[in-house]
T-cell receptor, first 115, second 110 residues
Framework: EPEVTQTPSHQVTQMGQEVILRCVPI?????FYWYRQILGQKVEFLVS????????KSEIFDDQFSVERPDGSNFTLKIRSTKLEDSAMYFC?????????????FGEGSRLTVL | DAKTTQPPSMDCAEGRAANLPCNHS???????VYWYRQIHSQGPQYIIH???NNETNEMASLIITEDRKSSTLILPHATLRDTAVYYC???????????FGAGTILRVKS
C-alpha cells in the first residue's frame, strides 16, 4: 500500500540552526500538507500546498518557515532559525485531488528537538 | 469550520462494539463529518467520512443523525490495537485544512 514517508524520524538541533524536514508524498497525490504536534497537545495545521504554491497557511507558519517541492517527488519544510518552541512532531500529509481533499494520508512524523 | 464536541475518554471491552459520539450542532449543509485516529503519537489515520447518509467501510461505520447535528463512529469488534485518540472533524470537502480538536481517548481493555 502506498504511503507517505518522512525523514529524518528524529532530529536534534541547536537553537538558531536551520532544519529541513523531508517528505515523499504518495505519487499521484496533488495536495500536500504539514502539520505539527507539540508533545501532549493537539495536531495543528501549518500549511497546505497545491500546484507548486502555498494554498493556505496558519498563523504558526511565519517567515521562519518555508515549504518547497524541489524535484516533483519530495516536499520539504524548512525552519530557518529554530526556537525552543519549535520542538514538536512534524507530520507531512498528502491527498489525492480536487473534491477529495478531506481524506489525508499522513506520514509517521519527524520529531524535532531544539536544545 | 463547524466545531465538534467529543467526550475526553471512553473505555471499551475487547471484542465489543465501541461507539464514539460527536456533537456538531453548528454544521452547515455542505460540511462533511470526518473521523481520524492517532495511535500513540503516530501520524493521524483516516477512518471514514460522510455527509448525510450512514457509511460503512472495512474499519468502521458512521451513523449521522437526520438533523446532522451529531454522529457516532462505530468500531464493531474493538481490539487492543484500536486503542487510540479518535478525532471527529467537520469540514468542507474542498477545504484545504483539517482542524483537529482534543479527540476522544479510546482505551480497549481485555
Amino acid at each position: 500500500e502506498p504511503e507517505v514517508t518522512q525523514t529524518p524520524s528524529h532530529q536534534v538541533t541547536q537553537m538558531g540552526q536551520e532544519v529541513i524536514l523531508r517528505c515523499v508524498p504518495i505519487s499521484n497525490h496533488l495536495y500536500f500538507y504539514w502539520y505539527r504536534q507539540i508533545l501532549g497537545q493537539k495536531v495543528e495545521f501549518l500549511v497546505s500546498f497545491y500546484n507548486n504554491e502555498i494554498s493556505e497557511k496558519s498563523e504558526i507558519f511565519d517567515d521562519q518557515f518555508s515549504v518547497e517541492r524541489p524535484d516533483g517527488s519530495n516536499f520539504t519544510l524548512k525552519i530557518r532559525s529554530t526556537k525552543l518552541e519549535d520542538s514538536a512532531m512534524y507530520f507531512c500529509a498528502s491527498s489525492p485531488g480536487q473534491g477529495n481533499t478531506g481524506e489525508l494520508f499522513f506520514g509517521e512524523g519527524s520529531r524535532l528537538t531544539v536544545l | 469550520d463547524a466545531k465538534t464536541t467529543q467526550p475526553p475518554s471512553m473505555d471499551c471491552a475487547e471484542g465489543r462494539a465501541a461507539n464514539l459520539p460527536c456533537n456538531h450542532s453548528t454544521i452547515s449543509g455542505n460540511e462533511y463529518v470526518y473521523w481520524y485516529r492517532q495511535i500513540h503519537s503516530q501520524g493521524p489515520q483516516y477512518i471514514i467520512h460522510g455527509l448525510k447518509n450512514n457509511e460503512t467501510n472495512e474499519m468502521a461505520s458512521l451513523i449521522i443523525t437526520e438533523d446532522r447535528k451529531s454522529s457516532t463512529l462505530i468500531l464493531p469488534h474493538a481490539t487492543l490495537r484500536d486503542t487510540a485518540v479518535y478525532y471527529c472533524i467537520v469540514a468542507y470537502k474542498t477545504r484545504n485544512k483539517l482542524v483537529f480538536g482534543a479527540g476522544t481517548i479510546l482505551r480497549v481493555k481485555s
